[in-house]
């Protein structure tokens, strides 16, 4: 994000009439981040955290060409501090986008598997936040209303074909907007260590800890591994298996720093239910 900004302002454009991003969910919160930076000045990691912009952005328009990650819609543009180790977003109201544009023929070419990997994103949040506590009647609408669409797509016989596309399309917005308003839970945390330290992709990691979080949401993960199931995808496996016990502690660090999720989904004993050895157990069956 840093590089993006300077080497911008080194070209000129030191504030832009707008920013638009074109991909997926990574490249949809660069543009989100790049243009918090331009208006508000600083580094991105200034403003790792929630509510630290003081001000809008460069006007921004997002679009994205594969659909799950809800960032079109959300409050937060996802980052991973190479120093701290730490993955989290600028969570603020100033990091939506001012328009986007849903074009489900975008994701036609999307590889199979990252399609399905991405799609599950919206699934998972919207599990997570309706099992939460903080929900409220307008987060659970949208979370719901995601829901059916992605159980519609991920238990059809075709997932891409372009009625699915957009039904998943508009999935993913429903979900981003639903968990914009809401919180993730257990499996978000588990997912951002293994991307922190294994290098894990999002949508990747997110369906290999709803793999081995089964206690947590047991019908939830019944149901998604009906539709992994279904649409013959294949889960990494075994991803932990060689790790030693200072890579598990690495794990268990970025797992419990995220303590709004955590709380979200457990209350306020959350460290005592995820303790380092129970944590290092469930990363171990991954």
């Known amino acids: 994000v840093d590089t993006c900004v300077q080497d911008l302002q080194e070209s000129g454009y030191e504030l832009p009439a707008a920013v638009v991003g ?11 981040a790049v243009s918090n930076i331009l208006g508000n000045g ?12 003081q001000k809008p952005g460069v006007f921004k328009i997002g679009i994205p060409t ?3 990650t809800g960032a079109e819609a959300t409050r937060t543009c996802v980052m991973t501090n190479p120093v701290t180790k730490v993955k989290l977003g600028m969570n603020s109201n100033f990091s939506i986008f001012d328009y986007v544009i849903l074009d489900p023929d975008l994701s036609a070419t999307v590889p199979r598997d990252q399609y399905f990997f991405t799609g599950m994103d919206t699934y998972i949040h919207c599990i997570e ?6 929900r409220n009647s307008i987060a659970d609408g949208m979370a719901m209303g995601a829901l059916e669409l992605c159980r519609s797509v991920f238990c059809s016989d075709d997932m891409m074909d372009p009625v699915s596309r957009e039904m998943l399309m508009a999935a993913s917005y429903l979900g981003g907007s639903a968990i914009a308003m809401s919180m993730v839970g257990v499996i978000h945390p588990f997912s951002a260590a293994l ?5 894990f992709h999002h949508g990747v990691a997110n369906c290999i800890a709803m793999t081995n979080l089964q206690e947590f949401y047991p019908e939830a ?32 660090d970025a797992m419990i720093i995220h303590e709004n999720p955590l709380l979200n989904a457990l209350g ?10 129970k944590v290092a157990s469930i990363f171990n069956r991954m």
């Open 22 to 32: 074109v991909g997926g969910g990574t490249t949809l919160d660069i543009a989100k």
């Open 42 to 53: 600083g580094l991105a990691a200034d403003y790792q955290g929630w509510d630290l912009l």
């Open 66 to 68: 594969i659909s799950g």
């Open 129 to 134: 936040s309706l099992s939460g506590n903080q």
């Open 195 to 199: 991307s922190v330290v294994l290098g």
């Open 221 to 252: 993960h019944e149901e998604f591994s009906g539709m992994v199931d279904k649409q013959s995808v294949e889960i990494p496996k075994n991803v932990c298996q060689d790790l030693d016990e200072d890579q598990f502690r690495e794990l268990y």
């Open 268 to 277: 306020p004993d959350f460290c005592e239910i995820l303790t380092f050895d």
